[in-house]
Structures are given as C-alpha cells and as structure tokens.
C-alpha cells in the first residue's frame, strides 16, 4: 500500500507544478492581452476610415479608372495569406484557423488547388510548420512576422502580395485571421485581399461632389495600396490579441481542471492512507490476539 500512497503523492505534486505554470502563463497572457487590445482597439476607426475615403472616391468615380489593384481576372493561380500564432497552449486558436484555410480552398479554389496553384503565405510559427509538412507550396519569408511586430514588417507581406497580384502571379488573395471580440471569444475570418472589392451599389448611388487634386486615378494609385497595408496590419493586430485572448482562456481553464484533479487526487490518497492504517491497525489486533491465545 506503501508504493501506491507514493504515487499518488507523486502525482499530486506533479499536477501542482503544472498548475502553478498554467496560472503564471495566463497572468502573462493577461497582461499581454491588455496591450494587443489596446494596440487593435485604436487602430479599428483609423483602417475603418480609410476604408470609407477609398469607398467614397471610389464611388464619386465617373466611368472606369485603371485600378491594378482592382482588376477582376479568371481565378488561375491563388494566394491565401494566413494568420496563426508562433506558438501553441492557446486551445483551439491554430487549429481552427488552418481548418478555415483548408475549407476555403475546398470550397473556392478545390479546382485551382488540384492543378498546383494555390500558395500559402503563413504569419505565424504554427501555420508555416503545418502547410510545410502538409506539403502545401509555401512563401517561407514572412511567417516569423511576430517576432519583430510593427507596422513597417506587415508592410513588407503587403507589398509582396500587391506586387505580386498586380505583376499577374495571382489572381486572387485571401486573408484567413481571427477577429477579437473578447478574451473568450474570436470570430475567424475568411476575407478578399485582391482584387480590391467594388464599392456596393448603395454607396455609388451617392455621388459625392469632390475635387481631386492631383486628379483621381493619381489619388487612388496612391491610397489603394497604404489601405491594403493598413488592412493587413488589422488583422494581423486581431490576431495578436485573439491569441493571447485565446491562450488566457484556455490556462484558465487547465488551472481549473488541474484543480479538479487534485481534489480527485487526495481524496483517493486519503482513502489509501485509511486503508493503510486499517490494515496496520487489523494486523495489530489479530498479532495481539494471537499471543492473548
């Protein structure tokens, strides 16, 4: 009974130890939280206005502007650009991201994907290790962007995308991210990069009188490509902060299953124990009355 109290002792210690790790890390991710929320929160109205002044000019536009950003092609070759983490403990963050890319495909581009022609482009450790091993073709040059986050670093994906779509090399280009809502809730996305989506009818209709200076396709030439870098700096910004959302909850909850656990746990090492000295106790008595015989 001895080695059986032993390892349920061991096992108790071990699940402690675990615990105090899963606590630490969702304090880490709180306060990491607290400041990816900060970073998307004031940056959400900045891309939402950009948004609007390319949709209002857009839409004050008179017949058809040379826009190689906007260009609607037959879909041949696709670029999906996709978001995950560097790293994993954060629940169901990475796996759910990468089963929305490959249900994308699946569902857009299963033609395209059959004759070799859709590339991933993975920000994030997870997402680049999955898609390599998975044999995907992969663009290995950006997916340690969080390492070093900052605008000018997104940047350089967008640029590669832009050129790359304006130079014909792809037709299309998705962006798959998780949206932040909350610390336990992400909304995971799937959203056209390029072509640069028409604006809807609804706001053509409303024909704004502008002045452009220099004249209007110079200005949009100009705009459309800083809106796209802004765009994809969003969700990579949504993303760092669901992740650490994510990463927080799901400690959260393995400090309370390791909890769970070793209630469970020292009540069967408190049922051993009795036994224990149950047994002793019996083996006392009957050698007691042995000798009394």
């Known amino acids: ?44 109205p900045y891309a939402k206005k950009l948004q609007e002044m390319l949709g209002n000019i857009v839409g004050a536009s008179e017949g058809d502007i040379a ?25 169901g963050y990475n796996s759910n991201l990468i089963k929305l890319a490959k249900q994308t495909i699946a569902d857009k581009y299963a033609n395209q994907h059959a004759r070799g022609n859709v590339k991933i482009m993975p920000i994030g450790k997870k997402g680049y290790e999955h898609f390599t091993k998975s044999g995907y073709k992969v663009v290995d040059a950006y997916w ?10 997104v940047q350089t994906a967008a640029q590669y995308a832009m050129k790359a779509f304006a130079a014909k090399e792809f037709d299309a280009v998705e962006v798959i991210y998780s949206e932040f809502k909350n610390a336990a ?15 809807a009818d609804t706001v053509t209709k409303k024909k704004a009188d502008f002045i452009f200076e220099p004249n209007q396709a110079v200005l949009i030439a100009e705009l459309m490509p800083k809106i796209l870098n802004t765009q994809l700096f969003k969700a990579v910004l949504d993303a760092n902060a669901s992740e650490h959302g994510a990463r927080m909850t799901a400690m959260d909850k393995a400090s309370d299953n390791a909890n769970e656990l070793l209630k469970s746990l020292k009540i069967s090492y408190n049922r051993a124990r009795q036994a224990a000295i149950t047994t ?6 009957s050698g007691a009355a042995a000798l009394q015989g």
């Open 1 to 44: 009974m001895s080695g059986a109290l032993k390892e349920v002792r061991n096992r108790i210690k071990s699940v402690q130890s675990t615990q105090q790790i899963t606590k630490a890390m969702k304090m880490v991710s709180a306060a990491k939280l607290r400041r990816a929320q900060d970073a998307i929160t004031q940056m959400r």
């Open 67 to 91: 826009m190689n950003l906007a260009t609607v092609r037959e879909i041949e070759n696709v670029l999906i650009i996709v978001v995950t983490s560097d790293r994993g403990l954060c629940g």
């Open 144 to 153: 340690d962007l969080f390492s070093n986050l900052g605008f000018e670093s």
């Open 185 to 199: 809730s992400q909304v995971f996305i799937a959203e056209p990069f390029l072509p640069v989506q028409k604006v």
């Open 280 to 285: 002793e106790l019996t083996e006392i008595v």
